[in-house]
């Protein structure tokens, strides 16, 4: 593996500083942001060891985020050690097996019912207004944004018309104020295949939780079922939805919302977030020279191809995207 000066750093951090020696470090996952992962061999244990630039990322998000995390009971990375001034975090390793490898429709119930579960862990918990930043009307917004600014115009060379902008904009609007209707809860907005990690306890191991915010409660839902990098037929999909409606309802963290209505944000809301990945997959090729995330575009923007042509108010948008992908 290449050298490199922040690596060579983390290294002198985990002899010199913690005191850890150490037989192997490797690369532990690829990450669509500035931070960096690597596993590291002590003894007869692993730990992970994030590298995340202090003039590009903030650790403090995941150190809090993480610790009221495992207090709901959810199977996070524990915090060991950290240098907040070198960006550096060690952390337990929860393995390498991502939901990812498994997806099969052999697993998939099991899978995704563990990751219910949890995920019911997450929504069942009481707001903290001092934790997690408010998924506002503007923060939907900019997300959207991204798939004008680095998808349409960028990536697909495009000068939109007037007309475009303005379909684009009543669409955006038209998401934002769906999931602002929504009751809100934590999310954890990342919730899917890649982010999940197969244990033989306690599973699932959840990663890449740093961004979390307050907000519609279709969210997680739509990130882990309808997932940017498998696709399930969308009976399956909807099967799933209502089973996990009907656990919402049971326990009370959801009230006087009709399963049509459920159903519906759901998809409104798989619109919103798949529009955002498209923008951020443009851009990480773009920006940041990341070409392997380009391959699941077509997934993602079929999903919303999918919702555009289920509802009426969002022809425009599927007429849009059907003009000039």
Not at 252 to 281: C, P, S, Y
Request: proline share 4%; net charge negative.
């Amino acid at each position: 593996m290449p050298s490199d000066q922040r690596l060579d750093d983390l290294q002198r951090w985990l002899r010199d500083d913690i005191g850890m020696t150490f037989s192997e470090i490797a690369p532990a996952s690829g990450d669509a942001s500035f931070r960096r992962y690597f596993r590291v061999h002590h003894d007869d244990e692993t730990f992970i060891v994030m590298d995340a630039p202090p003039d590009k990322e903030d650790c403090m998000p995941f150190i809090n985020i993480a610790n009221a995390m495992a207090e709901l009971g959810l199977n996070v990375p524990r915090v060991l050690q950290q240098d907040l001034a070198r960006g550096y975090l060690l952390l337990s390793d929860l393995g390498n097996v991502q939901y990812l490898d498994l997806l099969a429709l052999e697993t998939a119930d099991q899978l995704y019912g563990d990751a219910l579960d949890t995920l019911l862990l997450l929504q069942a918990a009481k707001k903290d207004h001092n934790l997690l930043p408010e998924y506002d009307h503007a923060l939907l917004m900019r997300e959207m944004e991204l798939v004008r600014e680095w998808y349409l115009e960028k990536h697909l060379d495009n000068v939109l018309t007037a007309t475009q902008h303005k379909t684009l904009d009543e669409a955006f609007e038209l998401l934002a104020q769906s999931a602002l209707a929504q009751p809100r809860t934590w999310v954890h907005r990342d919730y899917h295949s890649r982010n999940l990690m197969a244990m033989g306890t306690d599973n699932p191991g959840v990663l890449d939780f740093q961004d979390a915010v307050f907000g519609p409660i279709t969210y997680d839902l739509v990130s882990l079922l309808k997932d940017c990098y498998i696709e399930w037929p969308r009976e399956q999909v909807l099967a799933w939805v209502r089973v996990y409606y009907s656990r919402l309802l049971q326990q009370k963290i959801i009230n006087d919302v009709d399963e049509e209505t459920f159903i519906k944000w759901f998809d409104l809301m798989g619109v919103q977030r798949h529009l955002k990945a498209t923008g951020i997959f443009a851009r990480l090729n773009i920006r940041d020279d990341k070409p392997g995330y380009l391959k699941d575009i077509p997934r993602t923007l079929g999903y919303v191809r999918d919702v555009c042509g289920r509802y009426p108010e969002l022809k425009d948008l599927d007429a849009l995207l059907n003009t000039i992908d």
